[in-house]
């Protein structure tokens, strides 16, 4: 099934020493068909950018499936491709298991439809795979109904069948009484033993050898030892005659419905070739899917570019290895990023510190993904397709072509200098080693100076300083190291990139007990600029390791931050989330007020009207208003401001009656009186009978009017004089002292006062503080106090009307 268009045409020596075959075989465990495995193991990356897209993100689909839905139906299908050309000929017939295993397969592509079209919006990919498969539900049920699980044919295959099967019980139940009433009236030295057998088929008596003559009939076989005879009573004969020719009817029997059934699947073997291929397909997905949700993958990203990304990846293969063995991933992870600026990477460090497993994990990494496989890595990871893909790894010494290591690795090179080009993917492992060092240094810098002349994407580990020094001076080359643990002196196998490394080999020898007077002599000899080179590098790794910490704990501490901004904005956004909720509550009730205020006020006027304004009328009009603006106040004191979504303007100068925006109600209102020089204004939201006084800062220009005058009522009343500034309302009700409070208040400044007491007596105090809310709200009032000692104390209540 592989697409032949798809074949890759990077060369198999680069497939060969990054061990990508060994990859495919453990993908290809996986899968659950023998023709999935097959296909597995043969697959080849794609050089085709958007096919690889497509392929991932299939198996990305099945890695979700895995990790979050349902169990998947397991994909063990039958290897039935051999079955096609028999049944592209007519008349071939199946055997019994043959035809049963075609069920199978139908039945399994039934249940991969089911699973898939039914959640065609989660996986629409897989969906339209499974769409094209063809269950043929009723040639399974009939093979089903035919064909038992023991692979027999069933008796109620045909009534035919049924019918000689029952005919052959009956003649072999006979036949066997028949020969063991035989059996039991012949005497003891006649047997063998009493037990009736069969031989070819056939009802038989053991005789003893030399007994022939007391037992009529014919011999079917003799023991190996040769002392019984198994012989065929005489009597049976003919019933065993007509066993046999039932059995053979039987077999005619079957063999028809077999070549039934053979002709009913033949005829729909389009349809069973293409299952075939999509099975096998989604298996081989299935089987990458796995893989990836084992090692704990992620599906790639494909750059346009040839950049490559890799976030925290893992050695394929060293990491399955931990994994299977129970050891967990102890693989070092391998962080690295090579932009569109930097075309050469040269690694160094000391020996085993893990270089040849860095560029082994990219060259992998980039061949399982462009073979549509997840890789171990964290998320956020890219590759690109490269043009042409080239790696020279390991000891490629060769004694059957008669080739040196040297000059194994010259040949690759050679063939990398002349194919690779821009877009391509070179890995070079000891670039310049295995030869004269100077000779092998100058030819390695030769080589990467070319590479990158030329536009590959090159990654070069080596042990020469030359090459270090070329990544440095060289535009679109970087240095990168491995990382080495100075106290401990080991290799840490983490990366380092823009550093160069150091061999650590004088501290290496040391480990391992080395003479001191052996690496004294060898430090001489090394000379001044190598150990002054080392010692730079030495230093240099101390600096990246502190400025590292410094950055950790940098990021720990904006994380922290982080956190703390987070918790105050889900703070900030829960207390906006209740002032809000308060808002609407209060200018919910407010609406109600003002409604039912509106019904009260309308009931007053038409009481007023068919009373023709009595003096009991009025004051019950006055009481109710009074009662409302009283109310309205306390309610809208209540609203939490509500910052404005959009940008307001704000009043420089109030004019009495100009509409303006009161932005901690959220609602337009007039200007009724400019108050403080113009700093407050006593403003009337729309629709509604109360006043608010509020600030300037408060309102801000609104070009909303008002659509209809709020309804008022002017009441004029001849109040009478009064003959004392005095009024007691003791012992009465607050609503009872309102009425009184109302008339004494009209009537105060007719008699020529200014000033008035009212009397209410001490008590509990609540209706003293009823009468002062009374008169907060009262717009003729300038002010109010208690009594002094001489005028009564807390027991009467000063009013000063304003003039």
Sequence with gaps: MTDSSEISSYNAHTLRVLEYDRVREIVASLADSEEGRAELSMMSPSRDADAVRERLQEVGEVMRALRFDDPLPGLSLHAIRVLFPRLRVKGNTLAIEEIAAVADNLELAGDIRAYFVQKN????????????????????????????????????????????????????????????????????????????TLRDGRYVIPVRDGMKKHMPGAVHDRSQTGRTLFIEPLETIEGNN????????????????CAELSDRIAAVLPDLERNQDVLVLIDTIVAKARYGARVDGVIPAIADESVLSIRSGRHPLLDWKYRKSGEGTMVIPLTLDISSRIRTMVITGPNAGGKT???????????????GMPIPANDLTSVFVPAGFFADIGDEQSI?????????????????????????????????????????????????????????????TTHHDGLKVFAHDTEGAVNASMEFDNENLRPTFTLRVGIPGSSYAFEIAARMGMPEDVLDDAASLAGGEKKSLEGLISVLE???????????????????????????????????????????????????????????????????????????????????????????????SQIIPKKPEKKTVPVVLLKEGMTVRVESIGSDAVVEEVLDGGEKARIRPFSAQASLIVGRGDLSVSTVKEKKPAQRVIINVQSPKLSSYEINVRGMTFEEACEEL???????????????????????G?????????????????????GNWNEGSSGVTVVTLKK
């Design 121 to 196: 919006e989660s996986y629409p990919r897989i969906a339209r795979f499974a769409t094209d498969l063809s269950p043929h539900e009723d040639i399974t049920a009939h093979i089903r109904k035919v064909i038992t699980p023991e692979y027999e044919i069933a008796d109620d295959a045909s009534p035919k069948l049924l019918s000689i099967r029952n005919q052959l019980a009956r003649t072999r139940n006979t036949l066997r009484k028949t020969v063991e009433n035989i059996l039991s009236k012949l005497p003891e030295e006649v047997v063998s033993e009493r037990t009736v």
């Design 766 to 786: 609540a209706l003293r503080k009823k009468i002062g809310k009374f008169l907060d709200a009262d717009p003729r009032v300038e002010s109010w106090r208690l």
């Design 742 to 764: 109302e008339r004494f208040l009209d009537a105060l400044p007719a008699s020529g006062f200014e000033t008035g007491h009212i009397i209410h007596g001490k008590g509990t």
């Design 242 to 257: 007509r066993v046999r020719e039932l059995e053979l009817a039987e077999q005619v029997e079957i063999i028809r419905i």
């Design 357 to 371: 497993v860095v560029i082994k994990t990219v060259g992998l990494l980039t061949l399982m993904a462009l073979s």
């Design 400 to 460: 059957e072509n008669d080739l040196s290591s040297f000059s194994s690795h010259m040949k690759q090179i050679v063939v990398m200098l002349r194919e690779a080009g821009p877009g391509s993917l070179v890995l070079l492992d000891e670039l310049g080693g295995a030869t004269n060092p100077s000779d092998g240094e100058a030819i390695a810098l030769a080589v990467l100076k070319k590479l990158n002349r030329s536009g590959a994407v090159t990654m070069a």
């Design 542 to 636: 101390e600096r990246v390791k502190e400025a590292d910490e410094e950055l950790k704990n940098a990021s720990a501490e904006r994380m922290s931050l982080e956190t703390v901004r987070r918790k105050y904005e889900a703070e900030m956004e829960h207390i906006t989330t209740r002032k809000n909720e308060m808002l609407a509550r209060a200018l919910a009730e407010s609406q109600e007020i003002v409604e039912g205020t509106n019904r009260r006020i309308e009931s007053i006027i038409k009481s007023l009207r068919e009373h023709h304004a009595s003096r009991e009328s009025i004051l019950e009009a006055k009481a109710v208003i009074k009662e409302t603006e009283t109310g309205l106040r306390e309610k809208s």
